[in-house]
């Protein structure tokens, strides 16, 4: 049983940052891509960051040039680093290992991101 751990999250003023961290336990981590996802209240949840096994990085849009993933394999561990955070940017951060629009296991229970004044 995959378990994944997310940690870092917090309350920051707009402009700060934040590093996320997120632990496979269980799993053959490193062959499978790793996405950070996010979702906002009343919003569904979207990919912002994913990382392929051989360390191919891509971004959505809305938060490119600001965010950055990357992941240590051997500690089985996926990051986000989030660079001048906007009050947009305010949701519960999960992730999980993808191939297109599917997930391989059960969420955890993210670690929540307030930007906020």
């Known amino acids: 049983q995959v378990q994944l751990v997310e940690s870092g999250g917090g309350l920051v003023q707009p402009g700060g940052s934040l590093r996320l961290s997120c632990t496979a336990s269980g799993s053959i981590f490193s062959i499978y891509a790793m996405g950070w996802y996010r979702q906002a209240p009343g919003k569904q949840r979207e990919l912002v960051a994913g990382?392929?096994?051989?360390?191919?990085?891509n971004y959505a849009e809305s938060v490119k040039g600001r965010f950055t993933i990357s992941r240590d394999n051997a500690k089985n561990t996926v990051y986000l680093q989030m660079n001048s955070l906007k009050p947009e940017d305010t949701a519960v951060y999960s992730c999980?290992?993808?191939?297109?629009?599917?997930?391989?296991?059960?969420w955890g229970q993210g670690t929540q991101v307030t930007v906020s004044s």
């Open positions: 990382i392929t096994s051989g360390g191919s990085t």
């Open positions: 999980n290992a993808y191939y297109r629009d599917y997930v391989y296991y059960h």
